[in-house]
Nanobody
Framework: QVQLVESGGDLVQPGGSLRLSCTASGVVFESNVIGWFRQAPGKEREALSCISPRAGTVRYTDSLKGRFTISRDNFNKMVYLEMNSLKPEDTAVYYC???????????????????WGQGTQVTVSS
């Protein structure tokens, strides 16, 4: 059974930073693309970033403007999303998701993703 678990969500002040973590079980981790998504209250879920199985390709949605960085540690089966210069509009539930994909690429649209975590809450507020 595939299971993804996110952690690291918290209440943070504007301008602050957080690092989210995602771990996956029940998959051959080094064969899976991992993506990060978020859903703010009253809004549709949006794709943020993805990373290819061997970390050779990363993609970001344009709106992040370099504030977020995705990385992965295949040995420890972890993927991270480093978030800097956080804004109140970054408040959302953040999800990681996965699919088995090409080793050298990744895709942002959520239709590609087969399995999802339960999410972790990030709140940016003073």
């Amino acid at each position: 059974q595939v299971q993804l678990v996110e952690s690291g969500g918290d209440l943070v002040q504007p301008g602050g930073s957080l690092r989210l973590s995602c771990t996956a079980s029940g998959v051959v981790f080094e064969s899976n693309v991992i993506g990060w998504f978020r859903q703010a209250p009253g809004k549709e879920r949006e794709a943020l970033s993805c990373i290819s199985p061997r970390a050779g390709t990363v993609r970001y949605t344009d709106s992040l403007k370099g504030r977020f960085t995705i990385s992965r540690d295949n040995f420890n089966k972890m993927v991270y999303l480093e978030m800097n210069s956080l804004k109140p509009e970054d408040t959302a539930v953040y999800y990681c998701a996965t699919y088995v994909g090409e080793l050298s690429g990744c895709n942002l649209p959520e239709a590609f993703y087969d399995h999802w975590g339960q999410g972790t809450q990030v709140t940016v507020s003073s």
